[in-house]
């Protein structure tokens, strides 16, 4: 049984870190968030700790350390993302291995930085990239890797997840903090594309607002026109007469990728990937962070070129 301790307790993210963490067979001693609307720990762990004050959180981490002689093994971090880069490093220099959510950081700099932190402390990063283990992301990267070399593959990916009011007001709205739409949902897509097609080639951005991105990427073996955005006018009909807030679609060469199911567990399948010695590291986590950084760097194009059939009527 390894020892956990988890940082961003009350986010929406937190249940799938506890529920793995307790289906895994292991322990969480303690967690660790600023809101205190953390009530779902009892279904998982009623007995750990529990502060709302990150001096008070460190203190109680040393304290069992020394006076108890408990020892993390883990620390998980689900914490806004600009925060993500110091909760790693103090995970790291508590002695433990960070199991940290996406974007693992926001600017590839901060990967560098990382990888000396664990070098000078002999720990791990390990980063959350669950659309690697999900049954049909893995059977498309099969077919993708038999297809001819030069092939290119015609992608159209569209992510809709409809945010209410709060999300702007949030720090998810505040580009600083989150890295944008982009960087906040879309990160994980990224790095499933280039896991499957391979090098960026090309990276356009044609829109980039507080509640729609979209873009151009080429890849070794496809060409993908993306679509993402939180405002929930931009949902099929079928799914607004179904009540649901979330629509995902991804289109390889005209053919639909049938991922909607499957979801559930896959947090926990990646720590136990983790567990068993396994996992991705920092350098995993690099390509999508500087796709995430160069879409944030870029002067959006509108209509032009390679662009998504949602983008139809936007002008230009």
């Given at each position: 049984m390894k020892n956990f301790a988890l940082i961003g307790a009350a986010g929406y993210i937190a249940p799938r870190h506890m529920k793995a963490i307790k289906d895994t067979g292991n322990n969480l001693l303690a967690a660790f968030d600023k809101g205190d609307s953390v009530g779902v720990i009892d279904s998982y762990f009623p007995k750990a700790d529990f502060f709302v004050e990150f001096e008070r959180f460190d203190r109680h981490i040393e304290k069992l350390k020394y006076e108890r002689e408990m020892f993390l093994d883990f620390v998980s971090i689900c914490s806004p993302n600009?925060?993500?880069?110091?909760?790693?490093?103090?995970?790291?220099?508590?002695?433990?291995?960070?199991?940290?959510?996406?974007?693992?950081?926001?600017?590839?700099?901060?990967?560098?930085?990382?990888k000396k932190v664990e070098e000078n402390t002999g720990k791990k990063v390990y980063n959350i990239l669950q659309l690697r283990v999900h049954p049909s992301i893995i059977a498309l990267k099969e077919k993708v890797k038999n297809a001819k070399k030069d092939k290119k593959f015609e992608v159209d990916?569209?992510?809709?997840t409809?945010?209410?009011?709060?999300?702007?007001?949030?720090?998810?709205?505040?580009?600083?903090?989150?890295?944008?739409?982009?960087?906040?949902?879309?990160?994980?897509?990224?790095?499933?594309?280039?896991?499957?097609?391979?090098?960026?080639?090309?990276?356009?951005?044609?829109?980039?607002?507080?509640?729609?991105?979209?873009?151009?990427?080429?890849?070794?073996?496809?060409?993908?026109?993306?679509?993402?955005?939180?405002?929930?006018?931009?949902?099929?009909?079928?799914i607004k007469e179904k009540g649901q807030s979330t629509f995902r679609s991804i289109t390889i060469d005209g053919e639909e990728l049938e991922f909607s199911g499957g979801f559930t567990d896959l947090h926990t399948m990646v720590y136990q990937d983790i567990l068993d010695g396994k996992g991705y590291g920092l350098e995993a986590a690099r390509t999508a962070i500087e796709i995430v950084h160069n879409i944030r760097a870029s002067e959006p194009v509108g209509l032009r070129g390679e662009y998504h059939s949602l983008l139809v009527g936007l002008d230009s």
């Open positions: 600009y925060l993500h880069d110091a909760h790693i490093r103090f995970a790291l220099r508590s002695g433990a291995d960070a199991i940290c959510e996406k974007p693992l950081v926001l600017n590839p700099w901060n990967i560098d930085k990382l990916l569209t992510y809709l409809s945010r209410g009011h709060w999300y702007h007001t949030s720090w998810k709205g505040d580009h600083s903090k989150s890295g944008g739409i982009a960087t906040n949902i879309g990160v994980h897509f990224y790095d499933m594309l280039s896991w499957i097609f391979g090098d960026v080639q090309e990276n356009i951005v044609h829109v980039h607002e507080k509640d729609r991105a979209a873009g151009y990427l080429e890849f070794e073996n496809a060409r993908v026109r993306w679509f993402l955005s939180i405002n929930a006018d931009y949902l099929p009909h079928e």
